[in-house]
């Protein structure tokens, strides 16, 4: 039985994110997430401008004449939402914390999924599985897809991205869409990552909330791991150590910039004190062009 609470919001993230998918998404998702499969469909004459890798030698041969193959594109797609909900997800310093941002644009790709006749699934992680529902269809299926979003309450505070990664491998046996959102407080990934894009069409939703950047001055603070547990007493009344945090949390940003773009994933960059429409909007629009 969902909580009352629950069900209201889970209705009205519904009523807004179909809203987004029909005005703004549909487009956008279609274009950018194109069939990866092919089907034979006919041969048909050599024509001025067709690529000779498409010649098939056996009927030229038979013809007399060059011909090329043709092919369908297979629409239907598998989706997979990868999902990171460690400790650090459970913050924000702005009106939502990062793993309630996660699950509403986790939410409006799998109403577009489905308004494309695709497969979602999904799997929430932590530094183990949490919960994988493999993928699946219909508005009843992306309606539990929400509530798990919302509802599941991790056994543990860790991350283990690659663990997730490897998960992924194991379960998905044709190349399907896998998106990944996650802060990315973890280490030990970048290889997994990669053989993962490889085989499938990987995007990052980079979450990042402007207190791991930079501290305000507000004299001693502790400030606690919320993986580990560790707690530490910091004096923001320090620029030295403002300075410090805020280098550190940019060299790391730097790396992971790095890392994304040396492996050729594609990222959205999410902030927490922002709302997260614009840069969707444009990473669908930009990447339907590309």
Same mark, same amino acid.
């Given at each position: ?7 209201? #919001? ?7 994110? #179909? ?10 998702? $279609?274009?950018?997430? #194109? ?8 041969? *048909?004459? !050599? ?14 041969? *038979? ?6 193959? %043709? !092919? ?49 699934? @999904?799997? %929430? ?5 949490? @919960? ?8 009843? $299926? +992306? %309606? ?27 379960? @998905? ?71 410090? @945090? ?9 790396? %992971? ?23 969707? +909007? ?9």
């Amino acid at each position: 039985m969902i909580p009352k609470e629950l069900f209201k #919001k889970i209705r009205q993230i519904e009523i807004r994110t #179909k809203g987004l998918v029909n005005n703004v998404f549909g487009g956008e998702y $279609h274009s950018r997430f #194109k069939g990866q499969g092919i089907e034979f469909a006919e041969v *048909r004459p !050599y024509q001025v401008g067709d690529d000779v890798r498409s010649i098939d030698w056996n009927v030229s041969a *038979r013809m007399g004449d060059p011909y090329v193959k %043709l !092919y369908d594109e297979e629409r239907e797609q598998t989706v997979m939402l990868a999902v990171d909900i460690s400790g650090s997800e459970n913050f924000g310093s702005a009106t939502k914390l990062k793993r309630e941002i996660a699950a509403e644009i986790c939410a409006i790709v799998a109403f577009s999924a489905i308004k494309n006749s695709d497969k979602v699934g @999904l799997l %929430l992680f932590s530094d183990q599985i949490e @919960l994988f529902v493999p993928p699946g269809k219909g508005r009843r $299926h +992306v %309606l539990r897809l929400i509530r798990d979003l919302y509802a599941h309450q991790p056994r543990s505070t860790g991350t283990n991205i690659a663990a997730a990664i490897n998960h992924l491998h194991r379960v @998905l046996s044709r190349r399907s869409i896998v998106m990944i959102a996650s802060d990315f407080m973890d280490t030990d990934f970048e290889k997994p990552l990669r053989a993962l894009s490889q085989k499938h069409d990987t995007v990052v939703v980079h979450l990042i909330d402007p207190r791991e950047e930079t501290l305000p001055n507000v004299g001693l603070i502790e400030l606690t791991d919320a993986e580990s547990g560790e707690t530490v007493v910091v004096d923001t009344g320090s620029r030295r150590v403002r300075e410090a @945090l805020a280098d550190e949390a940019d060299r790391k940003q730097r790396e %992971l910039t790095a890392r994304f773009r040396k492996n050729q994933i594609d990222r959205l960059v999410v902030r927490t004190d922002e709302s997260y429409l614009e840069p969707l +909007v444009d990473f669908f629009r930009v990447r339907s062009k590309a």
